[in-house]
C-alpha cells in the first residue's frame, strides 16, 4: 500500500469515527482525544488531518450531506411527475434517516447550537444549488396548475416535519409503544405511505 493510499485509508476512518460520535453525542460533547483513541492514532496525528473540531464537522458534515444530496437533485431534475418525485424523495430521506437515526436530531441540536455554523458548512458544499433546484421546482409546478399555490415555507414545514419527527423522537415513540429498534423501522416504514398521502392531500389540486 503506498503512502497515499494509506494518507487516504486513515482520513475515511477519522471522518467515519468522528461521523458517528458527532451523531450520537453532539458538536458540543465530542472531542478531539476521544476520536483519536477510537481511530488508533494519537492526538498529533490527528492534527495532520484536521486540526480543529470545526474543520473535522465540517469534513463530516460534507460527507453526510454529499451521500445524499446529489441523489436528490437528480430525482428533482427527472421526467417524473411531481408526486413521482417526492414519493422518491421521501424514500430516500427515511433510507438515510434509517441508515443515520441520530442524523435528525443532530441537526436539530446544530440548528439550535450554531446555525449560522451549519448553514456557512453546508452553502460551502453547494447546498444552495441544491435548494434553489427545489424551489424553482416547486413553483414551476404550481405556475403550471400541477399542484396547489401556497407558501413555499408551508410546503416545506409540512414535509420536514413529517419526515424528522419519527426519528427525533424516536425514544419516545419507543418508550410508549414498548419497541424495539428493529420494531421501530417498521413502524417507520408503515409511516412513509402516510406521509406521501398527506403530501398529496396538500398540494393536489381538487386533492
Given at each position: 500500500m503506498d503512502s497515499t493510499t494509506n494518507v487516504e485509508n486513515?482520513?475515511?476512518q477519522i471522518i467515519e469515527v468522528a461521523k458517528q460520535m458527532f451523531l450520537e453525542n453532539g458538536y458540543k460533547n465530542t472531542n478531539m482525544c476521544d476520536i483519536a483513541s477510537a481511530v488508533g492514532i494519537n492526538r498529533t496525528t490527528l492534527?495532520?488531518?484536521f486540526n480543529t473540531?470545526?474543520?473535522?464537522?465540517?469534513?463530516?458534515f460534507g460527507t453526510i450531506?454529499?451521500?445524499?444530496?446529489p441523489k436528490i437533485k437528480d430525482i428533482l431534475l427527472n421526467?417524473?411527475?411531481?408526486f413521482e418525485k417526492t414519493d422518491k424523495i421521501i424514500d430516500e430521506y427515511f433510507r438515510v434517516f434509517l441508515t443515520s437515526p441520530y442524523l435528525p436530531s443532530f441537526i436539530m441540536g446544530e440548528i439550535n447550537r450554531d446555525i449560522k455554523h451549519l448553514l456557512s458548512v453546508a452553502y460551502s458544499i453547494d447546498f444552495a444549488n441544491y435548494l434553489q433546484i427545489l424551489i424553482k421546482t416547486i413553483k414551476d409546478e404550481m405556475d403550471k396548475g400541477n399542484i396547489k399555490r401556497m407558501p413555499i415555507?408551508?410546503?416545506?414545514?409540512?414535509?420536514?416535519?413529517q419526515i424528522t419527527f419519527p426519528f427525533i423522537a424516536k425514544n419516545l415513540i419507543q418508550e410508549i409503544l414498548n419497541s424495539k429498534d428493529e420494531e421501530l423501522g417498521k413502524i417507520i416504514e408503515e409511516w412513509k405511505p402516510i406521509v406521501s398521502m398527506q403530501i398529496r392531500n396538500l398540494l393536489m389540486i381538487n386533492g
Open positions: 486513515i482520513e475515511s492534527h495532520y488531518y473540531k470545526d474543520k473535522m464537522f465540517e469534513a463530516v450531506i454529499k451521500s445524499f444530496l421526467d417524473d411527475t411531481f415555507h408551508i410546503v416545506f414545514m409540512s414535509f420536514i416535519s
